[in-house]
């Protein structure tokens, strides 16, 4: 019989033994997690840790990799990563439930390679309230198997963790070069969806809580990381991009040339 991997006795260190039914794997930990009103806080996190809600939980307010919490409402689905190595605290106000779901680091590199061929990959963190529902259903199983009166079967939960953690790694997951991250800074994955939502909201009034939301970071934590990536502040990345905005649509003839001047203006008051 294959014996325990070194991380097995570590899995649940962070989940209070009362709060729901368990099970640890060869490929990491399961638990459903039904808990009153609380707070939970985890420091540079030993393993990756996937929470998915199996209700709906109001007023739930996250800080993952930063110091302030974001408020807002999980509905069932919602999905919440904790890479491994980042920081994370949570405060919800009712009753709250959730699958948990333990991946350890080595676990996601090895399934890593045999997706991709080789390369180290590492999870990413998601806007607050991203709902999934593919990952909804593999928690709901893992939900019913550790229910089951004659016990859970540990190979077919291993399988469901393996599964999940496949479909975490095509979802929020990059290999090598494409996860690098300036000091400090978003990663390139981060960087981009924040680009692409700026780019496409252009001509519309941003706030420095969109921005920071689509890029899953708490508001201060995400203008400290935003300047490190880009060289400069949200504020001055967006005027230079609807500056550049308005330059194309004077070339093209389509913006009469009379609101230039109150269009230029207004730029100060962006974000």
Same mark, same amino acid.
């Given at each position: 019989?294959?014996?325990?991997?070194?991380f097995?006795?570590?899995?649940?260190s +962070?989940i209070?033994?009362? !709060? #729901?039914?368990?099970?640890? /794997?060869?490929? %990491?930990?399961? @638990? *459903? =997690?039904v808990?009153?009103?609380?707070?939970q806080?985890i420091?540079?996190?030993?393993?990756?840790?996937?929470?998915?809600?199996?209700?709906?939980?109001?007023?739930?307010?996250?800080?993952?990799?930063?110091?302030?919490?974001? +408020?807002?409402?999980?509905? !069932? #689905?919602?999905?919440?990563? /904790?890479?491994? %190595?980042?920081? @994370? *605290? =949570?405060?919800?106000?009712?009753?709250?439930?959730?699958?948990?779901?333990?991946?350890?680091?080595?676990?996601?590199?090895?399934?890593?390679?045999?997706?991709?061929?080789?390369?180290?990959s590492?999870?990413?963190?998601?806007?607050?309230?991203?709902?999934?529902?593919?990952?909804?259903?593999?928690?709901?199983?893992?939900?019913a198997?550790l229910?089951?009166?004659?016990?859970?079967?540990?190979?077919?939960?291993?399988?469901?963790?393996?599964?999940l953690?496949?479909?975490?790694?095509?979802?929020?997951?990059g290999?090598?070069?494409?996860?690098?991250?300036?000091?400090?800074?978003?990663?390139?994955?981060q960087?981009?969806?924040?680009?692409?939502?700026?780019?496409?909201?252009?001509s519309?009034k941003?706030?420095?809580?969109?921005?920071?939301?689509?890029?899953?970071?708490?508001?201060?934590?995400?203008?400290?990381?935003?300047?490190?990536?880009?060289?400069k502040s949200?504020?001055?990345y967006?005027?230079?991009?609807?500056?550049?905005f308005?330059?194309k649509?004077?070339?093209r003839?389509?913006?009469?040339?009379?609101?230039?001047?109150?269009y230029?203006?207004s730029q100060?008051?962006?974000?």
């Open positions: 019989m294959q014996s325990k991997p070194d097995h006795h570590s899995l649940f +962070e209070p033994e009362n !709060v #729901g039914p368990r099970l640890a /794997t060869l490929r %990491g930990g399961v @638990a *459903h =997690v808990r009153p009103p609380g707070s806080s420091a540079e996190a030993e393993h990756n840790f996937i929470s998915i809600m199996l209700a709906p939980t109001q007023g739930l307010r996250s800080a993952i990799g930063g110091d302030r919490l974001h +408020e807002y409402d999980a509905e !069932v #689905g919602t999905i919440v990563i /904790t890479p491994a %190595g980042m920081d @994370a *605290h =949570v405060v919800w106000q009712h009753t709250r439930e959730n699958a948990t779901i333990v991946l350890p680091a080595s676990v996601l590199q090895e399934l890593a390679e045999q997706e991709r061929n080789g390369g180290r590492e999870l990413q963190l998601v806007p607050f309230g991203t709902v999934d529902p593919w990952a909804l259903h593999i928690a709901e199983l893992m939900k198997e229910s089951r009166k004659e016990g859970a079967n540990e190979l077919f939960v291993e399988s469901l963790v393996t599964i953690g496949v479909h975490l790694l095509r979802r929020y997951g290999i090598g070069a494409s996860l690098t991250r300036t000091s400090g800074g978003l990663s390139s994955r960087a981009q969806r924040v680009r692409q939502y700026m780019e496409t909201h252009v519309r941003i706030s420095i809580a969109d921005l920071a939301s689509v890029a899953g970071l708490s508001r201060h934590y995400f203008i400290q990381s935003f300047a490190k990536t880009f060289g949200p504020h001055q967006l005027i230079d991009l609807r500056l550049d308005a330059e649509l004077l070339v003839g389509t913006w009469p040339l009379r609101t230039w001047p109150t230029a203006a100060a008051r962006v974000i």
